[in-house]
């Protein structure tokens, strides 16, 4: 794996957790670990977010990032796609592009877009027939 782990501002680090939690829910994610402001060197709350017991999406309070950030997220097939976008859609994203082929990008690239509740452009993609 080349990253190890990513950390987005967010609006309301509790309220980005849950929509993660049940965003990502279909991919096996959930909070590994929360860290409190007065344990955490920002002074911020923190959620690390991830599988296997590793966090590797944390989330934080601060100012988003302008523009917002792009997520892309691996799904091993096409009904868990399907199911984020749905999840998502539940837990309060926006629709940013509905489950399809992006035949741009090639011919099995099956993904879902959804804005996060502060603009994150989040992606589940499955790249499998």
Known sequence: MLIDHVEIPVSDADAARAF????LGPLGVACIVSVSPDHSASGTKRHGLGSDGYPRLWIHDGEPAPGGVHLAF???DRAT??????AA???GGRDNGRPGIRARYHP???AAYVHDLD???IEVVCQRE
């Open 20 to 23: 993660y939690e049940a965003a």
């Open 74 to 76: 691996a799904a091993p």
């Open 81 to 86: 796609v399907d199911a984020f976008y749905a």
């Open 89 to 91: 859609m539940s837990a």
């Open 108 to 110: 099995s690239y099956y």
């Open 119 to 121: 603009g994150n452009n």
